[in-house]
């Protein structure tokens, strides 16, 4: 989860695409060893920090 939560910081716009219906979410989506893949859905706050809105985990 780290390395994911770095990517988001690092390059938000780069390493998310956009949630359709919701222009200001946007999600990540990246493949674990624990879980076949994860998703986190993002919203970049005024101030520049990235706040994690939903997580979503297939097993």
């Not at 390395?3 to 979410?25: C, F, K, Q, S, W």
């Not at 706050?45 to 297939?58: C, Q, R, T």
């Amino acid at each position: 989860m780290p390395r994911i939560i770095d990517m988001l910081a690092e390059d938000y716009e780069g390493a998310t695409l956009p949630v359709d219906n919701e222009p200001r979410i946007r999600m990540l989506i990246a493949g674990g060893s624990l879980v076949r893949f994860i998703v986190i859905y993002a919203i970049l706050a005024p101030d520049g920090s990235v706040d994690i809105v939903e997580l979503e985990l297939d097993r």
